[in-house]
């Protein structure tokens, strides 16, 4: 018992390490005002075109661990969503975004079950007890509604099923499956956008934007998918 809780306390402060190098390493070769640049966007957009046309299963394999990490690292899912139709265009990019959040979120799930179990379920138990009898009744069902609704932070999605003790199965399908229709909106929404960089050398105004096809139609289908969350929502409480 001992030697299990030592070895936790080591893959803890090993897990906080990494994370703080990584932040360390990527804004210490970048500054927010680089990355913020259109000149730094332009760039890179020429970059990835260059890149895809003479590695891109190798770019495909980094950028699917790269996720990986990211989520480890208790990354978002939107900014890497856009990048991946930034990089891949609409049908890869939700293809190895969906498979890559969905094996990051898997492992995150499986770490906080070895380490944080106890602390989540002394925490929130109590507070999710009608969502827990949902779960027992159809886990697969719910927790493909639980994803698909969203609505909070990705990292905290991510781990809350602990108390529900889905099944590793059911886990990684139902985040697959239900992160699709936000996921495929957000990769439209960054394949739109890198059309519209690669048509420019000067930075499109906002309703140039906001009024091309390719931007204008996934906001649109976004916004379906919040009103349909929404109702979903109401019922799942109620």
């Given at each position: ?17 990494l994370i703080s190098a990584f932040l360390y390493f990527f804004f ?52 890497v969503a856009l990048a991946s139709g930034f990089i891949f265009g609409k049908w890869v990019g939700t293809i190895v975004i969906a498979l ?139």
């Amino acid at each position: 018992m001992e030697n299990s809780k030592k070895l936790k306390i080591y893959l803890g402060i090993s897990y906080i390490i990494l994370i703080s190098a990584f932040l360390y390493f990527f804004f210490s070769k970048f500054s927010l005002q680089e990355l913020t640049s259109y000149k730094f966007i332009k760039n890179n957009v020429d970059y990835f075109s260059d890149l895809k046309n003479k590695n891109y299963f190798i770019l495909l394999i980094s950028f699917f661990l790269f996720v990986v990490i990211w989520v480890l690292l208790l990354g978002f899912g939107s900014p890497v969503a856009l990048a991946s139709g930034f990089i891949f265009g609409k049908w890869v990019g939700t293809i190895v975004i969906a498979l890559s959040l969905s094996m990051g979120a898997l492992i995150l799930y499986l770490l906080t079950i070895f380490f944080f179990k106890d602390l989540v379920h002394q925490k929130l138990e109590n507070k999710m007890v009608f969502l827990k009898e949902l779960f027992k009744k159809n886990e697969f069902l719910y927790f493909l509604t639980y994803r698909f609704i969203g609505g909070i932070p990705f990292f905290i999605a991510n781990t809350l099923p602990v108390i529900f003790n889905v099944k590793i199965k059911n886990y990684f399908l139902g985040t697959l499956i239900g992160m699709i229709p936000q996921l495929f909106i957000m990769v439209s929404i960054g394949s739109g956008l890198e059309k519209i960089i690669d048509a420019n050398s000067t930075p499109p105004t906002f309703f140039e934007i906001i009024l091309s096809k390719d931007i204008y139609l996934p906001l649109v289908a976004f916004l379906l998918i919040v009103i349909i969350s929404f109702f979903l929502k109401k019922k799942l409480y109620k």
